[in-house]
């Protein structure tokens, strides 16, 4: 999918989350879309040919919807494997973990177990910027928006696009909700 297509489908991507039982692929496409606009550091794979492991840390809130979205799909090249994971120690292999709302026990779990490796992470919960996750999914006017913490993604080493910058609804460190 070209760069422009991309940033187009995720503006229109949220107008679809006033209906509550759409809200899940709703973001499982952003999910898909978002790992396109992240760069990690040479050192986060240990060969070309590995995965980008798309992990669920919890309850699964996406059914099938986040498996279709990523079905044959790629990111910075790779193909791309959902996983589900219970415990802090199943993220071992996961390049991004998403975070669903209401445990925000695992949100510092998995924020710790990451801590030394360059994991983007993604979450719901209301706090989930301030507890150093990245990429926090919110409701905003009934569509389904996202706010950044790019100082937390930096410190991980990771970079995004300019392009996923232009289209969240706020950044951390760069001031009010557009």
């Not at 790779?78 to 975070?99: H, I, K, S, W, Y």
Request: with cysteine.
């Amino acid at each position: 999918m070209a760069l422009g297509r991309a940033i187009a489908a995720l503006a229109l991507l949220g107008t679809l989350a006033g209906q509550r039982g759409l809200e899940y692929e709703v973001k499982a496409a952003y999910l898909y879309n978002i790992v396109n606009f992240v760069t990690w550091p040479p050192g986060a794979f240990d060969n070309a040919a590995d995965p980008l492991h798309v992990c669920v840390y919890g309850p699964d809130p996406f059914g099938r919807s986040l498996d279709n979205a990523m079905a044959g799909g790629t990111a910075n090249n790779r193909t791309v494997q959902v996983l589900r994971v219970n415990d802090a120690a199943g993220l071992a292999p996961c390049e991004v973990v998403f975070l669903p709302s209401g445990n925000t026990d695992r949100v510092d779990q998995a924020i710790k177990a990451t801590a030394a490796r360059p994991v983007l992470t993604i979450g719901e919960a209301p706090d989930f910027l301030r507890r150093g996750g990245m990429i926090a999914f919110v409701i905003d006017g009934g569509r389904v928006r996202f706010d950044i913490n790019e100082p937390a993604a930096m410190a991980r080493g990771l970079t995004l696009s300019s392009r996923l910058l232009q289209v969240a609804r706020t950044i951390v460190g760069r001031g009010a909700i557009r």
